[in-house]
């Protein structure tokens, strides 16, 4: 048999390359801008679409090649690791929520919640831990697009017509704070990150138009409970950050609230009668259903499905009494753990306007949610803003499982 000389053609093109995992700057900027745009484009199907297409593919690869080479579990700090096993706890309570129980759809849904609930709270924290100038970015961008998103609330409030057509004015917002009620904790949130940097004396003139325009927009939306949670979190935060400041703004207010009972005193009266007539909303009877219906399963909760068996106001609308609803007792004490560990992490900070800052930061969704707030694993929705990006700011300092103690934590 003659020789045969066999060929074998080299697969070496035929292979298709494996595309490179995208770099953290590339990733950073995404986050800032997904961030950013969720307040001033509408929610759905916009900025769902904007998050689901720009941040999940790379966000997913991340976590992917974070947990596979070990650089997730080195990395991974007593908050993070409280704020993902509450998040996989929500997940799980659809094993035994009989709302979603033989509708596949709807245990679909709340999983891809929680899934992107999940990427969004570790890629934040991932760029917050390694990149300082990432953590002023983040809060530059909050406070911009706050305030771009109270000047379009504001210039489009003369042709809103509904929010005429009540007995006192309600503004809406616009984007992620189209509900008043949300819309005004949202931007809470910008007011106080514009407030610290004012008192740091950073940007003196913008920043106090930022916070001049938060603060109006809270006051339009007639929103008694985010207005009364700023009013708390601002006085702490002065309180511990510039107490004679504080002093001076209440003499202050003293004297204007004086000056008008007695030159306009029907100004204060109407004003009090406004407020007084809209009642509870109805508050304590959807908290009464709350906890009869907490009483069903108080140890792990009802599931991430579950509603209140009230028309139009199926949730508690309050963040512990919710938490307890759809995660259960012990929902609950992982959420409060979380909280505390965070509070440590900003009780430890050197003191200052950043504690003071964070702090307050952290009171501030707990003031909020005594009369509002929902399920902590929907997204991308309000509560990213009102709740996860303020922890992620306030625990990004926190050190890894493990780690020596390091004094040149990012500040």
């Known amino acids: 048999m003659a020789n045969a000389h066999l060929t074998i053609p080299s697969t070496s093109r035929a292979l298709p390359a494996l595309p490179q995992p995208v770099s953290l700057p590339v990733r950073r900027g995404l986050l800032l801008f997904v961030v950013g745009t969720g307040l001033l484009v509408s929610p759905e199907p916009v900025w769902a679409m904007l998050f689901y297409l720009l941040i999940i593919p790379v966000q997913f690869r991340a976590l992917a090649g974070a947990i596979g080479d070990g650089r ?6 007593p908050a993070l ?4 096993t509450m998040i996989l706890w929500f997940i799980l309570g659809l094993a035994w929520d009989q ?22 709270v570790w890629g934040c924290h991932e760029a917050f831990t390694r990149s300082e100038a990432w953590r002023e970015r983040l809060i530059t961008v909050l406070i911009l697009c706050g305030t771009l998103n109270a000047w379009i609330a504001i210039f489009r409030l ?25 819309g005004a904790i949202i931007i809470g949130v910008s007011a106080l990150l514009a407030a610290s940097r004012l008192l740091q004396g950073r940007g003196v003139r913008a920043n106090a138009l930022a916070l001049v325009s938060c603060l109006g927009f809270i006051v339009l939306t007639g929103s008694r409970g985010p207005i009364l949670a700023i009013g708390g979190a601002l006085v702490l935060f002065l309180a511990m950050a510039r107490p004679r400041l504080l002093a001076i703004a209440v003499v202050a207010a003293l004297a204007v609230l004086c000056l008008v009972e007695l030159f306009a005193p029907s100004v204060l009266t109407d004003t009090w009668h406004a407020l007084a007539d809209r009642g509870t909303s109805d508050r304590l009877i959807i908290w009464r259903l709350s906890i009869k219906a907490i009483g069903t399963s108080p140890w792990v909760g009802l599931g991430p499905a579950a509603r209140l068996d009230r028309p139009n106001e199926a949730f508690p609308h309050n963040l512990l009494l919710s938490t307890l609803f759809y995660a259960g007792a012990i929902g609950l004490v992982m959420l409060l753990t979380l909280f505390a560990l965070v509070g440590r992490i900003a009780w430890r900070r050197p003191p200052g306007v950043d504690r003071s800052m964070r702090i307050a930061l952290l009171v501030y969704p707990l003031l909020a949610g005594m009369t509002d707030l929902s399920s902590l694993i929907k997204g991308p929705a309000p509560m990213w803003y009102m709740v996860w990006l303020p922890l992620i700011i306030c625990m990004g300092s926190d050190r890894p499982f493990g780690a020596a103690d390091r004094t040149a934590s990012v500040r």
């Open 72 to 77: 997730f579990w080195r990395e991974m700090t």
């Open 99 to 120: 709302s979603a129980a033989g509708h596949p759809g709807l245990q679909i849904l709340w999983m891809w919640n929680g899934f992107c609930t999940l990427l969004f």
């Open 158 to 182: 003369p042709i809103v017509a509904h929010a005429w057509d009540q007995d006192s004015l309600r503004m809406p917002g616009w984007a992620e704070t189209r509900h008043p009620i949300l």
């Open 81 to 84: 690791a409280a704020a993902i």
